[in-house]
């Protein structure tokens, strides 16, 4: 698979969306990240991010692999100091560490961080009395998320003896059992079976408008079906923020043209991809070009004739809604992270 | 209430890693044991050869046979006699002839000590026993015996020293002989006779504690290994809740396995002097220094993985260093109040075998321990704050 569309787009994008970002904050903002930082040595993990999120709301946070959503969610949920920048939650300035002891944040890492040797209701219990619920209702509470997340008949058994997935279910109730004000989610879904997947997003989108949710995934369907606004980053930098619609709308205005050729299509017509790429964006796998442009029928126009005229076949046209793989890959290229 | 849901959740966890709990309890007892059997069979029993160029040769150690003179038939009845305090023999005696295979054995220490009966040995005796009695001038000269030993070995110096005394007191006895010096005995010990074992027994108790060690440094690491402490840090627990309640389960575990061995110990027939509770308040104390030093063992390491392989540094240290194992030589430090202070005194269980010790073979009650108890305390003090600044360094920085 090629790369067709490198680096340029996405600093495009950056400038384009840091106002957007900002205005989100106007409206009830109860996450405040600015100029985030952080460095690992030589490496900037996180490069002057910020973000704001809205009260209430579900925020798909998507990167490629390093791309710094973890390190990000760490600093935002107070686990990690940020080298530079500020977050503030509910106008409170978050010092790291200053979380400790308060509800208001939950966390769900993306590693499975449960007690072993403790049975699924007693860990739960546990967490709650942690947060100072009386016995009682920590009990009732963790009896509850059991049931929510399909977990009512392991209930007394260890942690250990679960399988991946409940294990991965239980993770995230033991975020929630203190029902936070910001529930910081890294990657839920990995590792979940289709019907866990089902279960825990609608649970989550249940939650919708009661709990503030951060989550971070690579899966774009996902995010797409589970998110209100999403922001995709990469190299610790914010490429795009907004409504799931807002941000596909980036592509052509949401609509996508991909056009088979009998040929590969970057050997074939690369000089007129060049060309082409000012005005449009463009993606090509194989002998298929994925196109999307403020103008498409023109574009498109332009293409076959360039595809007549070099005596390659077309094999297909079809129109498509421009998906967030879409935009996900247009933003941040095909090349594979580590 | 958050250290009350965290010391059952420690509690738990610790029963059902009941591997290491298991190890935890019956190491100690399992140690009194093998050390009664060890003092049993190792009960030093000297191994003395003897040639008798006094008499006829081919006498046997026990009765008197015919053909030896009474008077070295005497001596060997002495050194068969002889008897340690738990009434155990002091020499297995046994006859030899030829003179360099038998010095070939005591440089093998295959024995200890090879006795010459010269000739003339219980003539020398009956004179001297006959001038003795009366009141002529000058004393005949005394019997002679000459001892083969390897003075470089322990056991073969014990030996000669335990063979002469016994053959002195023989000689004396037989030829009514005044002593130039009489040494008698203030005794300063208790009043029952105490074995080596009874006194090795404080030391195992403690053992019994270091082994608490493990418990309490695993409930550390595994919250760092498992990134639990993630969940405890964003939570409302205090690291001081946090240490106190994994203290508090190890001192109970402590007290168990404390129990544990000194019930162990009672089984092999130890009876104490001190009282149960004494006992008790020693071992709680000990166990809370050996908690503090298990968290500054927790927070140089990041795995279990780490804990069952580095970690076993300061278990062994502790071990061997706190007079557990065998005793060391004492450098002094200090004195305070009377009291000195040695360098190994800077491990908790040092001062906790030594308080054990006076509690359980001498009766000792809080007034004879007390400094061992503050000193323990403050040393308990200083090492908790040490771990908890390294803990929160390397485990809780955000």
Redesign the interface.
Known sequence: MTDTRPSPVGASAVAATQPDASAAGGRDCVLRATDLVKRYGDLVAVDGLSIEVRRGEILGFLGPNGAGKTTTLKMM?????PDAGSVEIDGRPVR??A????AS???A?Q?I??????TCL?QLQ??G????M??AAARERATYLLEVFGLEGKARK?GKTLSGGMQRRLNIA?GLV?EPEILFLDEPQAGLDPQSRVLVREYLRSLRGRMTIVVTTHDMEEADKLSDRVCVIDHGRLLVMGTVAEVKGRLGGGELFEITVDADVTEALLPFLHRLRPTCTLSADGSTLSLASTQPAEAVAEVLREVAGRGLLLVNLRARGATLEDVFIDLTGRKLRE | MRIVAFLKKTFLENLREWKVLILTLVFAPAFVYMMFGYFEAASPAYRLLYVNHDGAAGATAGAAPADVSSEVAGLLAAWEGARHPDGKPVFVVTEVTDVPAAEAEVRARDADLLVEIPSGFSQALRDFAVGAGSDAGASPPPARLVNHADETSVRGAMAMALSDYTAFTYAGVLTQAASPLDVTLASLGSERQLSDFDLYVPALLVLALIMTLFTAATSLVKEVDRGTMMRLMLSRLRTWEFLAAITVNQVLIGLIALGLTYLAALSVGYRSDGSVAMVLLVGAVTTLGVAAIAVVTAALLRSMFELLTVGTFPFFILMFFSEVMFPLPRVRVAELAGHVLYANDVLPPTLGVRALNRVLNYGGGLSDVGFELVVMLLLTAGYFALGTWLFRRRHMRT
């Open positions: 949920s107070g686990l990690l100091a790291a560490g979380l400790h002891g308060s944040v939950g966390v890492p590693e961080v449960i007690w072993d040797s403790l007693e546990f967490a009395m942690m947060y100072d009386p016995a260890l033991l203190h």
